[in-house]
Nanobody, 121 residues
Framework: QVQVVESGGGLVQPGGSLRLSCAAS????????MGWYRQAPGKEREHVGT???????HYVESVKGRFTVSRGAAKNTVYLEMNSLEVEDTAVYYC???????????????WGNGTLVTVSL
């Protein structure tokens, strides 16, 4: 019913920048929260950043000041701007959206399949 698709991953050198994009589509009445998690090799998935509504953001401490989450003009899109990337940022990045479906009065979370970000020389 809802598809969430990320794009923009790739290989970048330490200190570089990358912008991830995510779009949700389907039988969507409203999206309240969108955000990003990541999972590094051998580690648990961790929250990276979230945007609530159109402007309230929250970040994990390790990315504050370097990463920015924003919503697109089309409210079904979210971006993750990553600057000053570090080797430790290497991970698969997953987008999610908290969605209320058309004709269904409850929220559900939908996930994308992830996009790989590799920070290396």
């Amino acid at each position: 019913q809802v598809q969430v698709v990320e794009s923009g991953g790739g290989l970048v050198q330490p200190g570089g920048s990358l912008r991830l994009s995510c779009a949700a589509s389907g039988n969507i009445a409203y999206i309240n929260v969108m955000g990003w998690y990541r999972q590094a090799p051998g580690k648990e998935r961790e929250h990276v950043g979230t945007i609530i509504g159109g402007d309230r953001t929250h970040y994990v401490e390790s990315v504050k000041g370097r990463f920015t989450v924003s919503r697109g003009a089309a409210k079904n899109t979210v971006y993750l701007e990553m600057n000053s990337l570090e080797v430790e940022d290497t991970a698969v990045y997953y987008c999610y959206a908290d969605v209320m479906l058309l004709l269904v009065s409850e929220w559900s979370r939908y996930w994308g399949n992830g996009t790989l970000v590799t920070v290396s020389l």
